[in-house]
């Protein structure tokens, strides 16, 4: 099982993968301070990383991180590359201190 980390700026994700029994391989698409604005080049990056994992609905968890121009370019190039009916998501619930899976 993968989970892609949208943006990894240091969190910790350890708690997402106490949710799943198998072993759990965590993808970062990008790391750090990302320039939003730099659209092409975040554009190819998310692309070349979906083409290069084959990202599969049926095993492969999205945890939504960064920029919300982040999070938008990165489901355009989902949709572009992969065309599935569904998503799973794990979202961080801020009261409760867990992430959550959610099938959207």
Known sequence: ?????INNF?????QAQKLFDE??????????????????????VFEKKLKQFDFCYKKDYIIISGS?????LFFMSLHKYVNYDRLNLLLYDMKQK???????
């Open 10 to 14: 240091g969190h910790d994700f350890s």
């Open 68 to 72: 919300p121009i982040l999070v938008g």
């Open 1 to 5: 099982m993968r989970i892609f980390i």
């Open 23 to 44: 072993e759990v391989t965590f993808i970062n698409l990008t790391t750090g301070i990302i320039n939003p604005f730099n659209t092409d080049r975040l554009l190819a």
């Open 98 to 104: 867990r992430y959550k899976l959610r099938e959207v």
